[in-house]
């Protein structure tokens, strides 16, 4: 199993263009999640699908920000216009039911605003 | 509502020395509790896990966790450090009864290992 794919690991761009960041799930996995992670503010869940449903979303800090899941093996995360204060490490992560089976987690995106 | 606690943001230890993270959490139903691990410009992998069954939990590394239900406690320990277990380690919480396959996070821990 080759885990959680994301991509692309790093990614720079200019303030105010368009930034779409790639997840792609393991396998059988029913549940995804999107994270964010800086160093003021953690790991904070930006938003997570259920059967490719999104369920929860409150965590998405604003309307810039947007996410799709068109089928179980493919999700991305956009954000438009991309601003400064938008770096930070994205991870995606995957799990499956029943509870207690915990996440996998890709190995994130490292976006740079500037 | 489910939540968990990570006292200390930083731990240093020496090389050779105990290594113990400490985490609490609250539930209002048996948990399900885990430790995950993120070394530098990586994303986070499980450490390990208590779902049910034996309180003492052993998982890679030498790093073991006991839950422990009368302290509401699961910390996190090594007997002897590691300059490679350098790295942040993050508690996570599981309510059985939640909605959904859901993990909330504590704070994390960003362990120092001095030679």
């Known amino acids: 199993d080759a885990g959680v794919i994301q991509s692309p690991r790093h990614e720079v761009t200019e303030m105010g263009q368009e930034v779409t960041l790639r997840c792609k799930p393991i396998?059988?996995?029913?549940?995804l999640f999107w994270y964010r992670q800086t160093m003021m503010r953690g790991l904070e869940l930006l938003i997570y699908?259920?059967?490719?449903?999104?369920?929860?979303d409150s965590g998405m800090p604003e309307d810039r920000f947007s996410a799709k899941m068109p089928n179980a093996s493919f999700s991305t995360l956009k954000i438009q216009p991309s601003e400064p204060r938008d770096s930070a490490v994205y991870f995606c992560?995957?799990?499956?039911?029943?509870?207690?089976?915990?996440?996998?987690f890709g190995s994130g995106t490292r976006l740079t605003v500037v | 509502a489910q939540s968990v606690t990570q006292l200390g943001s930083h731990v240093s230890v020496s090389e050779g020395a105990l290594v113990l993270l400490r985490c609490n959490y609250s539930?209002?139903?048996?948990?399900?509790l885990f430790w995950y691990v993120q070394y530098p410009n990586q994303g986070l992998q499980l450490l390990l896990k208590?779902?049910?069954?034996?309180?003492l939990v052993k998982g890679i590394n030498g790093f073991e966790a006991e839950f422990k239900k009368s302290e509401t406690s699961f910390h996190l320990t090594k007997p002897s450090a590691h300059m490679s277990d350098a790295a942040e380690y993050f508690c996570?919480?599981?309510?059985?009864?939640?909605?959904?396959?859901?993990?909330?996070f504590g704070g994390g821990t960003r362990l120092m290992v001095k030679p």
């Open positions: 992560a995957s799990s499956h039911t029943p509870r207690g089976t915990g996440y996998t």
């Open positions: 396998s059988g996995h029913d549940y």
């Open positions: 699908f259920n059967n490719n449903v999104p369920i929860d």
């Open positions: 539930s209002s139903v048996p948990p399900y």
């Open positions: 208590y779902t049910t069954g034996a309180t």
């Open positions: 996570a919480v599981s309510d059985q009864t939640g909605a959904g396959n859901m993990l909330t």
